[in-house]
């Protein structure tokens, strides 16, 4: 019967209108910085320009409280019709039961893209049981950013590009470069407390925070746990500053553009911001390691599409998914200074032809060695849990002994009781 309707609504010129000359009228919510809503919105516009009788109007919602908005609204029943869905929330929005199972839709004709299409693994918490609740936008690896004109106030005269071809580029390196940034007077490296960050200098080490059962393994893996030392360090040194201590209104990325701050870790979503500031002079480089490899996993972000399931006009709203998400969808979005990585086959050339910044490639290198962590993230409410833990670290009021045993008494907790359920 859905193969029948899906016919029906998408024989009509690429309208779901039935030819009625009335519009179609779609809502989207996704979080964002101003940059990035520009970016997410070229993608409206071009499915618009296809399908002139469906309108989708964007709805920017604030980052800090989304997850909580989105499962309010999809249990009210008043939700978007698509939305962008974080690798956290997925596993909570498909036990709700709100969002559409994409599986069949997306091997419809219908579709403007395949399941195929994307890399294996970079579906995570979105396919479940071998159904699809959610499609991913694109990905953002996680490179370093750093300031050029902070790093030559400091007076360091090899930069970070330098040192990565002699192999050099390494946690040292990174710990003698911050330490020279804040002696001049500014931030060597903001450290947020998001895990993915703390994943990367795990992983950049050769260590691991999970097996592959997806037990917690800190207190047996010493790579793992140097990680944290290093981090306490340098936070103790000053070369490492957390990103909650900074005074509100001064985020990292706007300190980093005002060149307060020489280095931040982040995917492509803080390209399009940077680009727009001319006086700026920055670029990427990969996480420095600490095992003698050129180069090491880092995380990749990601973030997917979804449909509401109670959606008055679920079949478009698939329709428009599946365009978004497709090759077309991520090159109308992407070219010239997009928000992130491609996730489908066939379009890398929209970051490797990228001039801004100057070795933009590195993005598709740390895409091709990266990791979508998929083990965290299937258990609700870790991460929170985990990054209240870790702050106490960060801001200096906790060694990095007691961070590990208290990280580790509290994921083995949380592990138990998300299996005993």
Not at 41 to 67: R, T, W
Not at 79 to 91: Q, R
Request: with cysteine.
């Amino acid at each position: 019967m859905f193969l029948i309707l899906l016919l029906v609504v998408s024989g009509c010129g690429g309208s779901k209108s039935g030819g009625s000359g009335k519009k179609v009228e779609l809502s989207m919510a996704a979080w964002g910085n101003p940059a990035e809503i520009k970016v997410y919105q070229k993608g409206l516009d071009a499915y618009e320009k296809l399908n002139p009788d469906v309108k989708i109007k964007l709805v920017p919602v604030p980052g800090d409280n989304y997850e909580e908005k989105l499962l309010t609204e999809l249990s009210a029943g008043k939700s978007h019709d698509i939305f962008y869905v974080g690798d956290n929330t997925m596993p909570k929005l498909v036990e709700t039961g709100k969002i559409a199972d994409l599986t069949e839709f997306l091997d419809s004709s219908a579709s403007y893209v395949k399941a195929s299409d994307f890399a294996d693994g970079l579906w995570g918490a979105a396919r479940k049981d071998g159904k699809i609740y959610g499609v991913s936008v694109d990905n953002n690896p996680l490179v370093m950013y750093y300031n050029k004109k902070v790093l030559a106030d400091a007076g360091i005269d090899k930069s970070p590009q330098e040192l990565y071809d002699a192999g050099e580029w390494n946690w040292q390196a990174f710990e003698d470069m911050t330490g020279k940034i804040n002696a001049a007077g500014n931030k060597g490296f903001v450290a947020d407390g998001w895990t993915a960050h703390l994943f990367s200098w795990a992983w950049s080490n050769g260590g691991q925070l999970y097996d592959d059962n997806g037990d917690f393994i800190l207190e047996d893996n010493p790579q793992a746990q140097e990680a944290f030392k290093f981090l306490e360090r340098n936070i103790k040194k000053g070369n490492f500053t957390y990103a909650g201590s900074l005074p509100k209104g001064q985020g990292a990325d706007a300190m980093f553009m005002s060149n307060q701050v020489g280095f931040v870790a982040a995917g492509r979503w803080l390209t399009p911001m940077f680009s727009e500031n001319k006086t700026l002079e920055f670029d990427y480089i990969p996480w420095p390691t600490n095992t003698g490899n050129k180069m090491e996993p880092a995380a990749i972000a990601i973030a997917y599409m979804s449909v509401a399931k109670d959606s008055k006009h679920v079949e478009e709203a698939m329709k428009f998914m599946s365009f978004y998400t497709s090759a077309e969808g991520q090159k109308a979005r992407l070219t010239g200074n997009g928000n992130a990585v491609p996730s489908v086959n066939g379009v890398d050339e929209l970051i490797t032809d990228d001039a801004i910044p100057e070795h933009a490639k590195y993005l598709i290198d740390a895409r091709e060695i990266g990791v979508v962590e998929d083990k965290q993230v299937q258990i609700p409410g870790l991460e929170q849990e985990l990054r209240d833990i870790m702050e106490l670290m960060y801001l200096g009021k906790q060694d990095a002994d007691k961070t590990i045993a208290e990280v580790s008494k509290k994921a083995k907790e949380k592990i138990a009781e998300h299996r005993s359920k």
